[in-house]
C-alpha cells in the first residue's frame, strides 16, 4: 500500500522560509503525478502545487507562484516543497497527495488518491 509521510512544517515570522519534504513508499506510478495541498481552520482544502513524475511539469496556484517550488527527488522518491516569503495567509495544514492513474493531472482534491497525514505550517506576522 502506497504510504505517504510529510516532515518540515514548524512555526516561522512572515518572510521566513521552509522546506517541506513527503517521501512516498511503494509508490511506482511514473507516468501520474503528486501535489501539495492545504487547509486552513474553517476553510477547504486547496491545491498549492503539483508536479507530473514523469516529465517534471509543474503549476501553482496563484497565491503561491513566484514564493513557492515543488520538486522531485526520483532516486530518493521524495518530493519537495521550498516556500520563501512566507505570509500569515499561508498557515495551514499542508498534505502530500499522490495519484494513481495518468492523464491530465487537475491541481484538485479528487484528483488525488493518496494522502499523507499533514503537516503544520504557522507563520506569525
Known amino acids: 500500500q502506497v504510504q505517504l509521510v510529510e516532515s518540515g512544517g514548524g512555526s516561522v515570522e512572515a518572510g521566513g522560509s521552509l522546506r517541506l519534504s513527503c517521501v512516498a513508499s511503494?509508490?511506482?506510478?511514473?507516468?501520474?503525478?503528486m501535489g501539495w495541498f492545504r487547509q486552513a481552520p474553517g476553510k477547504e482544502r486547496e491545491g498549492v502545487a503539483r508536479i507530473y513524475t514523469s516529465s517534471g511539469s509543474v503549476n501553482y496556484a496563484d497565491s503561491v507562484k513566484g514564493r513557492f517550488t515543488i520538486s522531485r527527488d526520483k532516486v530518493k522518491n521524495t518530493m519537495y516543497l521550498q516556500m520563501n516569503s512566507l505570509k500569515p495567509e499561508d498557515t495551514a495544514m499542508y498534505y502530500c497527495a499522490a495519484r494513481r492513474s495518468g492523464g491530465y493531472c487537475a491541481l484538485s482534491s479528487p484528483a488525488f488518491d493518496y494522502w499523507g497525514q499533514g503537516t503544520q505550517v504557522t507563520v506569525s506576522s
Open positions: 511503494r509508490y511506482t506510478y511514473m507516468g501520474s503525478c
